[in-house]
Nanobody, 113 residues
Framework: QVQLVESGGGLVQPGGSLRLSCTASGFTFSRNTMNWVRQAPGKGLEWVSQITLGDAATNYADSVKGRFTISRDDAKNTLYLQMNNLRPEDTGTYYC??????RGQGTQVTVSS
């Protein structure tokens, strides 16, 4: 079955950086477009970024454009999200998600001084 395991979250000060990872199994990772989504406390899911299969084209929500970078390593079945210049409003639980909807258990990111 599909398994997605996120890691790399934590507590960071505003302006800091974190790198999230998502290890995938149970499906052919290289043949899937992948996404990062997040959920702030008390709010709904927000799409953050996408990377396509094959040419690895990327897209970002306006709120993270220029600060976050999505990437993938198909040999390692792993999805990444490099987050720089973090802001308090980036606080939330971050999930990797297949375009078909399955997602992992999430990793918590807290941006606070």
């Amino acid at each position: 079955q599909v398994q997605l395991v996120e890691s790399g979250g934590g507590l960071v000060q505003p302006g800091g950086s974190l790198r999230l990872s998502c290890t995938a199994s149970g499906f052919t990772f290289s043949r899937n477009t992948m996404n990062w989504v997040r959920q702030a406390p008390g709010k709904g899911l927000e799409w953050v970024s996408q990377i396509t299969l094959g040419d690895a084209a990327t897209n970002y929500a306006d709120s993270v454009k220029g600060r976050f970078t999505i990437s993938r390593d198909d040999a390692k079945n792993t999805l990444y999200l490099q987050m720089n210049n973090l802001r308090p409003e980036d606080t939330g639980t971050y999930y990797c998600q297949k375009t078909s909807g399955e997602r992992g258990q999430g990793t918590q990111v807290t941006v606070s001084s």
